[in-house]
């Protein structure tokens, strides 16, 4: 099994350039859980909780992202303070709603 690329890049060299092939990889483990890489993950807005639908298709396996995390970033009381509850990290806008929806 080879590997997938993702990129055709140059990398400068001595006497030029020459054309690379950018992959990326991941091993399955011993309970079948495997890792999304880095790039892939921020490219595509991969976060904890995102749904991954994966197609056997013969000869490759496709996999393709269906939704962002169904979880929502929520205000919570603790030691008397207000803080932003979530699992993942979360934008500015999401911040400014979880505010907006304790204030009501």
Known sequence: MGHVPIALGLKPTGRGMIF?????TSTV???S???VPLGIRRRHGITIGTTLEWT??????????LSP???RAKLVRKAGYLMLS??????AEETR???E???L
């Open 33 to 35: 859980q495997t890792v």
């Open 69 to 71: 995390p169904s979880t």
């Open 86 to 91: 979530t699992d993942r990290p979360v934008t």
């Open 29 to 31: 483990g011993k309970r």
């Open 20 to 24: 690379i092939r950018m992959t990326n």
């Open 56 to 65: 056997d298709q013969g000869t490759h396996i496709r996999i393709v992202k």
């Open 97 to 99: 709603r979880a505010i």
């Open 101 to 103: 929806e304790h204030a």
